[in-house]
């Protein structure tokens, strides 16, 4: 894989940790840093020995927003946010996209696009310290990064409003009741258990926890007819893979399944 200058990436045991650490510091987006996460992206996608995927960071921000250096405050900015967002949306969706399970690691704060980073995996966990914000408002912005998508999936439309309107920050107990993480480890746990629980998605039957997590992404827009005829065809493919007939055998057998991904 290339080396990046934004970001790095390690490979342990079928877990690929992406860890952003960017150049213009407080783990702001540059047009740079957006285009290197699309390279990771797509590469870690197509990768058959990525069995989970881990988001995390360098530093006391996960994302702190566009990196604003690059910004001059008036209209002449719109071509430069326009192919930022794009760049940025075109690696969300590829990690939306992909069939390999995704975990976030935070433990910082999340804000701007950061924030919106971090509805993006399928399991978030949370340090005790960390923090969420929306904050595109703070500069009289809208949003991006697939905040817009994802939040009102995650919380419910009235939520996700209130979330909007009030941009007030929201501390990790609150973002795991309100569905925006999974868990909340303290600080002196947190690596352990990040590491603990990719390594647990990683030694899964993949391609079905990759396949069966796409069909709930897509249910939003399907009908019952259209979701029952995806699940039918997924179902099918997954009997086709090496990980079904260990799981069968493991079944009928006295041990444990010992999965490889395909």
Known sequence: MAAYENLSVDHDDGVATVTLDSTAGRNALSLEMANELVSVATTL??????????LTHEGNFFG???DLSQLTGDAADAPHLRELA???HEAISQFHRTKTPVVGGINGIAAGIGFSLA??????????????????PGIGLTGDGGATFFLPRLVGLRKAKEI???DEAIAPDDAVEMGLATEVAPADEFD??????ASELAAGPTHALGTATQLLTDSYERGLEGQLAAEADAIAGASKTED???????????GDPEFVGR
């Open 164 to 166: 909007v309107l009030r």
């Open 192 to 197: 352990e258990r990040l590491e603990s629980l």
């Open 244 to 254: 079904y007939e260990r799981g069968l055998e493991a079944f009928f057998g006295d």
């Open 64 to 66: 702190s927003g566009a």
């Open 86 to 88: 794009g760049r940025a």
């Open 45 to 54: 996608g197509d990768d058959p020995d990525t069995r989970c995927i881990v």
């Open 119 to 136: 509805l993006l995996p399928d399991l978030v966990v949370l340090g005790e310290d960390a923090t969420l914000k929306f904050a595109y």
